[in-house]
């Protein structure tokens, strides 16, 4: 969708150099990118407008989990082996409070500024300070630059904390949930809303004490989930919760053993352990992942949640703008004053003063958006 009009009045062409040398693959030209989006500089959505114009390629990977959890740790692990294989990858961190770039990660195991020198690593934190609203909102938008530009795979961490690890879904195809023997019973990790957004759990850490019985716990909870009457409520990634009795059995003797039907087979969510800085259970971890990704290929899970990010794409961008117009309509109201004074003596409704101005939006003489 190129030639789209910048609603901000912003000069045609301003970003041709840019949208070139993101083409021809200038790393720089990503970084660039990504930091007009962040900004929400003038003609960003134009820029978004044309370099967005490719189908989704990338293999998105959510990470989330509570501060300090090894999710970094585990995401440069992730990364090594990725590229050990020769696979490019992108990495995007929201508010990490341990530095991606300069700095060492484990020890001498995995330096994160070998990751961060390495041309076919791509890093960038984000910090989310600022609204709430915006957050997912550019996220999003940063892992769709990330898979336009090319990248194969796109990692994205964030800090679970409250509602973001719940906005992770609407940025990754997988999220892992990382959580640590500290993280206490698995009770709160429900509570946190964890169990519907993991496609996997991963319990890190698991050189220290307490492991096992999170592990245990964390099964259970799955198990008493699943037989709480929220046996039809579908989860994160369309999670059939019924399946969840079956747990640790491989994809694959499902495939075997049920009839041929419609339906696609329910992932059942899984519960592994790593210790980042011993360098266990990652193989574990990734193939996990594959495990995930290929059952989103082959159910038409993966088809089905890029069309709901579409959708929400599409309702967000209408929605941002439509508040935008509303802003601009109710300044220009001449008698605004007027209308204020009015409700607040009660002489009229705020219900009334709105229908009066969605009125002079409605006929098409409201402020262009
Ligand atoms: N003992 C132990 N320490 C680990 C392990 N994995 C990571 N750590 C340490 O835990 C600390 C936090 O690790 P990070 O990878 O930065 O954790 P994080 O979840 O990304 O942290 P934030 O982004 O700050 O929330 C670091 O000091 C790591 O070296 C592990 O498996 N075992
Ligand atoms: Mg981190």
Known sequence: MTGVEAADGSPPGRWDGLIDDFRSGRRKALARAISVVEGGRPGSNELLATLLSEPPRARRIGITGPPGAGKSSLVAALATRMRDRGEEVAVVAVDPTSPYSGGALLGDRIRMNDLSTDPGMFIRSMATRGSLGGLAAKTREVVDLMDAFGFPQVIVETVGVGQTELEITTAADSVAVVLVPESGDSVQA???????????????????????????????????????????????????????????????????????????????????????????????????????????????????????????????????????????????????????????SGETTPYAVVDRILGVILRGDGPAA
């Open 190 to 344: 429900m509570k946190a809303g964890l169990m519907e957004i993991a496609d996997l759990f991963v319990v890190n850490k698991s050189d220290r004490p307490g492991a096992d019985r999170l592990m245990r716990d964390l099964g259970q909870a799955l198990h008493l989930r699943a037989g709480r009457g929220l046996a039809n409520v579908p989860a994160h990634h369309g999670v059939d919760l019924r399946e969840l009795g079956r747990l640790g059995k491989a994809p694959e003797d499902d495939v075997a053993a049920s009839p041929a039907t419609d339906e696609p087979q329910a992932w059942e969510i899984r519960v592994l352990k790593t210790s980042a800085g011993r360098g266990e259970g990652l193989e574990d971890f990734e193939s996990a992942l594959d495990d995930h990704y290929r059952h989103l290929v082959a159910s038409g899970e993966l088809e089905q949640r890029r069309l709901t990010r579409a959708r929400d794409r599409i309702r967000d961008v209408l929605l941002r703008r439509m508040a935008a117009w509303g802003r601009s309509a109710m300044a220009a109201e001449p008698e605004l004053d007027r209308w204020v004074a009015r409700v607040a």
